[in-house]
């Protein structure tokens, strides 16, 4: 089979890099391609990695004669014709959740430079002066923030907001008064209203019709006086000539603004006024979130050019955004769930329960199906799985589907549950990442995140045995790196191992020779 190959045109993390030449791939990183060059070069490749800066236009995708799949290493896909790659049967993807803490962390940045006038302190100081009163500020305190879009990054907004003891507001018609309440946000309606209430305002909303200068004159004269506004997440959505006009009238105290309807933008009708803050468009450039956006977004393009379901994916999903929102997260764990099911049973079920637990069970979950059937079916290579195809994959497979919502997912705001012929996980995910955790397997409670290699043992319960175990695992190299263990009323007991090593087949037969009644499987996830 010919090596399937990889053009990245944007700089990324070197994990991006990394991961897929470890999975065989080759990787080209071609840096300032002309949209010329581009368009000559991409019909040789299976996918292209871009961030905001390549234009993946339509005449481009004309030459793209073997592409499968364009990852957008970041949130935006504001640079790719989707049109364009749908017709042609191109997977578009991104990572969402990369920067979702960066674009929050900066959105505080920004609202605490307003409030308490550092920009202007830090200028007076470096020209040499020493100037108090003119950069006396406003507390946080008991203010009221208003939040307008309570996504991903507007909740972790929400979050910090209450942490600096803020009332918080929020307008957003796809919000659910239940994810509102945990957020400690209470919903308003109207716009006016919450213009004439708040004291600082941030917008975390996409840039559409509805949206485009959602902030004009009429929104700007009902808002207190002295109100500081943050823009952090598209141009357009405050009138920028009007929020310059209300600047210099004083009814507008400060306002943070870190996008341009132009860039790179070097003047600006903010420009003038020093308690405009500005900033390049950073609100999601850190470290950090560029290493999980490559790390995502490596782990996205591989599973497109394996066939797997893409989580992520734009234009394949029937389901509309707010809902791959939701349960797009979930795809992943479900995946690895379908492949520990395979495994632990060695066959296909007849029968395949899903149940989706706590706010998974208010939504379309059939991005989970999709990732379930995907886990079970990955060593059989049947073609790819979308939540389109799902069930009709599941019957030609001869696999009865039980799906159940069950509104209570005890400890956790979601979770999924699956039994495959009577052998029961169950997952959750967490973490900026959000990367799948086994929180129950085979009626056992635990509590563990998996990795690629695997050992899982049960077993009567007896005093020593981990110890065997583990001199067993010693004495063949293999590292223990994580192990969670669990005991049933009975006295069964059931062990997870992560591990590092080889696991022989020659290790797997000292394993059952030392321990009796051993059930034991080998894993790879």
């Not at 010329?36 to 019909?43: D, R, S, T, V």
């Not at 019709?209 to 959602?214: A, E, G, I, K, V």
């Not at 705001?413 to 955790?437: C, K, Y």
């Not at 009626?443 to 990795?451: A, E, H």
Request: aromatic fraction near 6%.
């Amino acid at each position: 089979m010919d090596q399937k190959k990889v053009l990245v045109t944007e700089k990324v993390a070197d994990i991006a890099v990394e991961t897929l030449e470890n999975k065989g791939y080759q990787v080209d990183v071609r840096l300032n391609l002309s949209p010329e060059q581009l368009a000559k070069e991409i019909a040789e490749y299976d996918a292209l990695i871009v961030r905001s800066a390549t234009n993946v236009t339509s005449g481009i995708l004309d030459g793209a004669r073997n592409l499968k799949i364009i990852g957008r290493a970041g949130v935006t896909v504001d640079n790719i014709d989707i049109e364009a790659a749908t017709e042609r049967d191109i997977i578009v993807c991104n990572a969402p959740v990369s920067n979702i803490v960066t674009a929050a962390e900066h959105t505080f940045a920004l609202l605490l430079a307003c409030a308490r006038n550092v920009c202007q302190a830090n200028a007076s100081m470096h020209a040499g002066l020493w100037e108090r009163v003119p950069y006396t500020g406003v507390e946080l305190f008991e203010k009221t923030l208003a939040i307008f879009g309570l996504g991903r990054i507007g909740g972790l907004v929400a979050e910090r907001a209450r942490a600096f003891g803020m009332n918080v507001v929020g307008h957003d018609p796809y919000c659910s008064p239940e994810r509102a309440q945990a957020l400690g946000v209470t919903l308003l309606e109207d716009v006016d209203e919450i213009c004439k209430t708040a004291d600082f305002i941030t917008v975390h909303l996409p840039l559409t019709d509805d949206t485009f200068h959602m902030f004009g004159p009429r929104q700007f004269s009902q808002m207190k006086d002295g109100v500081i506004i943050v823009n952090t997440a598209r141009p357009g959505i405050f009138d920028t000539k009007v929020l310059a006009d209300f600047l210099a009238a004083g009814k507008v105290r400060s306002c943070g603004v870190d996008v341009f309807e132009e860039e790179p933008c070097t003047t600006s009708p903010l420009h003038e006024f020093p308690n405009a803050i500005l900033t390049p468009h950073i609100a999601a450039v850190t470290y950090e979130a560029q290493q999980r956006a490559g790390a995502q977004i490596a782990e996205y393009i591989w599973e497109g050019l394996e066939g797997s379901i893409v989580p992520t994916a734009i234009n394949i999903s029937p389901l509309p955004p707010e809902v791959i929102d939701l349960v797009g997260p979930y795809a992943p764990a479900c995946q690895m769930m379908g492949r520990l099911l395979a495994q632990i049973n060695g066959e296909m079920p007849k029968l395949l329960k899903i149940e989706a637990c706590g706010l998974l069970a208010q939504s379309d979950i059939r991005v989970l199906i999709a990732g379930l059937m995907d886990g079970l079916l990955s060593y059989r290579r049947v073609g790819s799985i979308t939540p389109a195809n799902a069930e009709a994959v599941a019957a030609r497979h001869g696999i009865k589907l039980d799906i159940a919502l069950k509104p209570d997912a005890e400890e956790y705001a979601s979770s999924v549950r699956a039994v495959a012929d009577g052998t029961e996980v169950a997952a959750t995910v967490f973490g900026i990442s959000q990367s799948p955790r086994i929180v129950s397997l085979m009626g056992y409670k635990i509590d563990l995140v998996p990795t690629k290699s695997s050992l899982l043992m049960r077993y009567e319960d007896a005093p020593g045995r981990i110890g065997v175990i583990g001199t067993l695992l010693g004495n063949a190299d293999v590292n223990i790196t994580t192990m969670q263990i669990a005991v049933s009323q009975d006295g069964t007991a059931l062990v997870y191992f992560n591990v590092v090593g080889e696991v022989t087949e020659k290790l797997l037969r000292q394993l059952r020779e030392a321990i009796p009644s051993l059930d034991l499987w080998r894993l790879s996830l």
